[in-house]
């Protein structure tokens, strides 16, 4: 099945800072690359998202980029705030339209 | 709009003891999806629902069951709690372009 890979497991950063964290797959047929955050005692919510015909996306503070050759995907936090702190999963989607999620990335930023 | 609506919120079950969990969406979206969410493990799927009237196992199906009632809601069953099934449970819906998470529902089996 889809293995998706996810790094840094945890990741302090001082406010004000950026922060990278990186997922890999493995099935060359994905074709949807989501980026979720999840706050304490809730669902989690997207936050951006990348198609397979994008190299990199933007959207204020935040962006994601996509290297299918080497099927890898990242998330960018750029001047990063206390309310960024949170769970955050990347997944794909393969074919038959169910995401696969990676494992997570506890972002704390430091005031 | 309440979006995707989960019951119980916690839930505290013995061993071998059933109880089935409840989704519902007003969003009117075809697919739902049931995933399990343990620490280290990211949401794995349990079952989905593309449609009204048709249900598939996902990753991790084994000890449960579900039930599409209609189009508004996707329940998921334990028949027999074991502790391993210990887990946060987060039901999901899908629009063209994103899933929707419920609130999750926090069980222990002891």
């Known amino acids: 099945g889809e293995n998706v890979e996810q790094h840094p497991s945890t990741l302090s950063v001082q406010e004000g800072d950026s922060a990278v964290i990186k997922c890999t797959y493995s099935d060359s047929a994905s074709n949807y690359f989501p980026w979720y955050k999840q706050e304490l005692g809730k669902g989690p919510q997207l936050i951006i998202d990348i198609r397979s015909n994008v190299g990199e996306k933007k959207d204020q503070r935040i962006a994601v980029t996509l290297n299918k050759t080497a099927k890898h995907f990242s998330l960018h936090i750029t001047e990063t705030q206390p309310e960024d702190s949170a769970v955050y999963f990347c997944a794909d989607e393969t074919g038959a339209n169910n995401l696969f999620f990676g494992t997570g990335t506890r972002l704390t930023v430091i005031p | ?110």
């Open chain 2, 1 to 110: 709009n309440a979006g995707v609506t989960q019951t119980p919120k916690f839930q505290v079950l013995k061993t071998g003891q059933s109880m089935t969990l409840q989704c519902a969406q007003d969003m009117n979206h075809n697919s739902m999806y049931w995933y399990r969410q343990d620490p280290g493990m990211g949401l794995r799927l349990i079952y989905y629902s593309a449609s009204e009237g048709t249900t598939d196992k996902g990753e991790v199906p084994n000890g449960y069951n579900v039930s599409r009632l209609n189009k508004r809601e996707f329940s998921l069953r334990l028949e027999s709690a074991a502790p391993s099934q210990t887990s946060v449970y987060f039901c999901a819906t899908r629009a063209p372009l994103e899933q929707y998470f419920g609130p999750g529902t926090r069980l222990t089996v002891t």
